[in-house]
């Protein structure tokens, strides 16, 4: 079992920053990527950056250069840098992490609004 607890979300005017932080406890040496996604109304929930242990990292084509995905091991967290934020960045965040099982975990979301 995997236990995630995110934090960092809520209200910035269009090209601000947020940073949201996400920290794992439980069965942690057996997480093998660490992950955020997000869901808009109406939408479907999609990946928006995830990252690996080694750690290799993937995003979204609409976050590609504003947002950075990173992971602190020692910690057991990973966050993810926002800038340059955009409305359409408005969504309910979420942490998800993999074990090397295959078995995954969700946080319990956060939100972020982009509006001026």
């Known amino acids: 079992q995997v236990q995630l607890v995110e934090s960092g979300g809520g209200l910035v005017q269009p090209g601000g920053s947020l940073r949201l932080s996400c920290a794992a406890s439980g069965s942690i040496s057996s997480i093998s990527s660490m992950g955020w996604y997000r869901q808009a109304p109406g939408k479907q929930r999609e990946l928006v950056a995830s990252i690996t242990s080694r750690p290799r990292t993937n995003y979204a084509d609409s976050v590609k250069g504003r947002f950075t995905i990173s992971r602190d091991n020692a910690k057991n967290t990973v966050a993810l840098q926002m800038n340059s934020l955009r409305p359409e960045d408005t969504a309910v965040y979420y942490c998800?992490?993999?074990?090397?099982?295959?078995?995954?975990?969700w946080g319990q979301g956060t939100q972020v609004t982009v509006s001026s």
């Open positions: 998800r992490v993999f074990l090397y099982s295959g078995t995954s975990y």
